[in-house]
Structure formats: C-alpha cells, structure tokens
C-alpha cells in the first residue's frame, strides 16, 4: 500500500476524504462523504492477479483441448498452461501468437490471462470479467450505468445466479456480465462460440423484468479498435434473435475497453453503439456458408455428373448459400449419410473432418464470398458447386494447413461477417 502512495497524489487530500485500500488488488481508492469512490490513481486499473513484473510472455503454439493451451518461451521450454476461456478464440490463438500467462497454483504453472492481436493485448480470462465489470462499475464508468453501485456479486434469485446486484436512484437493477473477445473490420461481435446458457440467462433476465424487476446485460469488449457491437448471428442466431427480442425488457450496454501491455486497464471506456435495425434485418436462418474439409490421404473420386476427379490430400472450401433454412443445409453438409445431390457431397463422404461457417446476410453473397476465398487459395476443379452461376469454381483447395490457423482467412471472414 505504501508504495502506491506517491507525494503529488497524497498533496490533493481533502480532510474529508478516507482512503480505503483494496484488499484483492492492493489499489487504493478515496472515497469522499458521498461514498462517491473517485479513482486516485490515473492508471488505475491495476486489477487483475497479476505480478507487478507484469505477464510471462510465451508464444502459442497449440490447444490441445478447450482448457489447455500449449506454450514455448527460449528459457521455460515447451509447457502447457491453463486455458480459462471456453470460447473458440481462433482468431487470436493463431500459430506464433504471443500469450500473456500469469503464475498460478493450480495443476499447470501457468494460466493464460490474454493474448496479443496486432500488438495490443487482449484479456481472456472469463473469470475475470467480472473483476474487470466490478471496477468499471465503482469507477462509475460503465456507460448508462453510472449511478449505479454494486450492493453485491453473484446475487441468487430463483434458481439462476446473476453476476451482481446493483442499486442506483431508481432502485435495484439485475446485471449479468459477458465477456466479448471477438473482433474485426471495427465490430465486437457476441459468442464465439454457441451458448446455450447465455441465451437462457437473457431469457431469465425478460422474464424477471416482466415482473417488476430492472434488468441489464453488459458485454465487456476487450479491445479499443471497435466502434460498434453486435450479437454474432453467423454462430450463434438463437443467442442473437434473443437478445432482439428481450431488448426492449432488459437494458443492453455495451463498452470496449483497453488494457495496456502489461495488463494493467487503461482509463479510456466507450459506450459502443448497437445497430438494432441491421442486427434484426441479419439475424434470420438465411445466407452464404463455408463448408471445411479435410481429406486425409490423395483420393480419386466419382463426382456425379463432373466425371472422375483426382483430389489431393489436404484441406478444402466449399462456397455455398441457402437463402431460407440455412441452419439445416449446414447440418445436411456435416452429417455423413445421405443421398448424394450435390457435387460437394461426394468429397464430404470421403473427408474425415467438415465443420461449416455461416455468413449469414439478407443478401445473396456466394459468388463474391466464393471469389474471395480465390484470392487466398486455389481454385478446385471447374464447375464444382457452380452449375448455376458465372464462376469458374465454388471449391478452393488450401493445402495442409487448416485455412482456421491462417490471419489472411480470418481477414475474409471479418470482412464478411462483420459489417458496420
Ligand atoms: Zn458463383
């Protein structure tokens, strides 16, 4: 505490000011006869359990399983450490991405507190979040929330838990946290990955509104570089019709912030503005798709009515769009057994992986989707998946590499996906 403490900061003492130290974060923070905490310390987020030497940075190297990730640095070697983010985060853990790991007790030495993307840290910790929401809040910086203060932290009602009660002029207010990750082309979208329980929560949340009770969620965004934020309905449309249809019940913030590069919070919070209009307009089962696929080994393969085509082993993207029931034609392309009627369908039965990406939209995009993928990967067979259209090709052969561990192909997919 003692070093916190600087001259020029003690000099501004008011007699009626009382310093109460933060006993997780060793901060300190003056509160006036208001209980109004102001924020003495300009950098002042030191928040996170960090040590004060700042993260471990190591280089990513792969993730074995959801909670683990595989690390090098030249003087601890090759280790694994603590993955506590259950999201699919691949945009960030790509192959040589520099993670920020602070010490732990736990069973690895190491837990992944972020990682950089283009030289800025990106926080990760999902735990976290809710260090990081609390903060904000006292700092009376969470926008439209900033009379609000925490009466408590995982407040119980019913049989959900919500992640903290607060109190403000009019009253109690129910806030449920999220922390969002995932960004490109200036838009902070929401999950990366399906969440059931995140929809439900929303769900809970209308329902308790409708009972009286004011409700809000608050998506932390963990970077500056957006300038709006929307539900990804390319992943999870379930998640985003939800939050569309509980707007009007419950309160929706949403506001990015900046960590510095050794972890500690910048002051600089924004409000990020929801295009509601545009998200309603996109988030339908409707829109263009990426179908992934690997095949293990060289395949000589009958192709309908294409005639016999030699395939090289390797990774593939197939291009195609469903402008209603897009959700089940994705599925149809996964699932193994069918009848064939598609030129795709006779690669998907030989590949040993296929998963799919929607790009939802409310117009057609699959031949400009499909030429984009051109411009990254080579062009497959001719006529394949395009009877119907003027491109040469709707299948593009991207070699061993999982196009996934590939920034370019990230790029595509912001570009696509993440509309202003
Ligand atoms: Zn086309």
Redesign the pocket.
């Known amino acids: 505490m003692q070093g916190l403490f600087n001259r020029s900061t003690a000099t501004h003492f008011h007699p009626s000011l009382s310093l109460r130290v933060d006993a997780l974060t060793g901060n300190g923070w003056l509160y006036p006869p208001s209980h109004i905490p102001l924020v003495y310390n300009r950098r002042m987020m030191h928040i996170l359990p960090i040590p004060p030497s700042g993260p471990v940075r190591a280089t990513f190297l792969a993730r074995p399983n959801r909670f683990i990730v595989r690390a090098e640095t030249p003087v601890l070697g090759v280790f694994d450490a603590y993955m506590p983010n259950p999201g699919r985060l691949r945009e960030l853990l790509l192959p040589g991405a520099t993670l920020l790991l602070s010490p732990t007790a736990g069973k690895q030495p190491f837990v992944v507190a972020g990682v950089e993307r283009d030289g800025e840290p990106v926080m990760l910790h999902t735990h976290w979040n809710n260090l990081v929401a609390r903060r904000l809040l006292e700092a009376r910086l969470v926008p439209g929330l900033e009379d609000a203060e925490v009466v408590r932290a995982e407040f119980p009602v019913g049989h959900s838990r919500f992640d903290f009660l607060l109190r403000d002029p009019r009253g109690e207010l129910l806030l449920e946290v999220k922390s969002c990750t995932l960004f490109g082309n200036g838009v902070a979208m929401f999950p990366d990955a399906i969440t059931e329980r995140g929809r439900r929560h929303l769900e809970e949340l209308a329902a308790l509104s409708r009972e009286g009770r004011r409700c809000a969620v608050l998506f932390v965004v963990h970077t500056p570089r957006v300038s709006c934020f929307q539900p990804d309905y390319h992943t999870d449309l379930d998640f985003a019709q939800t939050l569309v249809a509980v707007r009007r019940d419950v309160q929706i913030v949403a506001a990015s912030v900046r960590w510095n590069a050794d972890l500690t919070l910048d002051e600089t919070v924004r409000a990020l503005p929801i295009p509601w209009p545009r998200i309603a307009r996109e988030s339908q089962d409707r829109g263009a798709y990426l179908l992934l696929l690997r095949l293990p080994e060289p395949r000589r393969i009958d192709v309908g009515g294409l005639g016999t085509i030699d395939f090289a082993a390797g990774h593939y993207i197939y ?1 195609g769009s469903a402008m209603r029931g897009l959700t089940a034609r994705m599925a149809r392309h996964v699932r193994l057994r069918k009848q064939y009627h598609w030129h795709v369908d006779y690669l998907r039965a030989r590949a040993d992986r296929a998963e799919v990406l929607a790009v939802r939209s409310s117009k057609r995009e ?2 400009s989707l ?2 984009a993928v051109g411009t990254l990967f080579q062009a497959g067979p001719a006529g394949f ?2 009877s ?4 040469p090709t ?1 299948l593009f052969y991207c070699g061993a590499a999982h196009p996934l561990d590939q920034r370019d192909f990230h790029g595509l997919l912001e570009r696509f996906r993440m509309r202003p």
């Not at 119907?388 to 491109?391: G, I």
Request: net charge negative; aromatic share 0%.
């Open positions: 291009v699959e031949c499909a030429k998946g395009s119907d259209c003027d491109c709707h």
